[in-house]
């Protein structure tokens, strides 16, 4: 475990498929977005929160491309959002879902005012085997997409 803090201007961007995944916090460590980020399009997630980590979103950012999901949260993983816009361009798609969460990972929006600018294809949420996403009665278009969201297996969203 440890933890990672970055400031302003941090470009993520993966040519031509060879990155899978953008971010990945796990190991029970933390990682705190500050803004400035830009998340290009990628074949896997572009923030996966797994193994017990911690990722704190407080800072503006924006999409430009999609992968299999922007949000992927599983195996004791926790994402929580804080009173951020974020800023889509380009109609990105995200073929599985905007945000996932699943086994027992979890994704809290409900303390903060969160918006997305902009739109995307795909289903808005994901989630599968007692994931959780907590919106704090934001409702099912909290996330963008173009698609309903979806919840199995014991998972919540509320």
């Known amino acids: 475990g440890g933890s990672w ?4 201007d941090f470009r993520l961007h993966f040519w031509g498929g060879s990155t899978a995944n953008g971010i990945v916090i ?23 929160v797994t193994g017990n980590g911690v990722c704190y979103v407080a800072g503006n950012y924006s999409i430009t491309g999609g992968g299999v999901c922007h949000y992927g949260v599983f195996d004791g993983g926790q994402l929580v959002l804080r009173s951020i816009t974020v800023t889509l361009t380009g109609t990105p798609a995200f073929t599985n879902a905007f945000a996932n969460a699943g086994r027992v990972g979890s994704i ?7 918006t997305f600018s902009g739109a995307a294809t795909g289903s808005r949420y994901g989630i599968n085997a007692n994931g959780v996403i907590w919106v704090n009665g934001k409702g099912p278009n909290a996330f963008p997409g173009s698609v309903a969201g ?3 297996i014991g998972g919540s969203y509320s």
């Open 5 to 8: 803090q970055h400031g302003s």
């Open 26 to 48: 796990s190991f029970r460590a933390s990682c705190t977005f500050q803004g400035g980020h830009v998340f290009a399009a990628m074949t896997g997630s572009q923030i996966v």
């Open 108 to 114: 809290n929006g409900g303390d903060a005012t969160f």
């Open 150 to 152: 979806y919840v199995n």
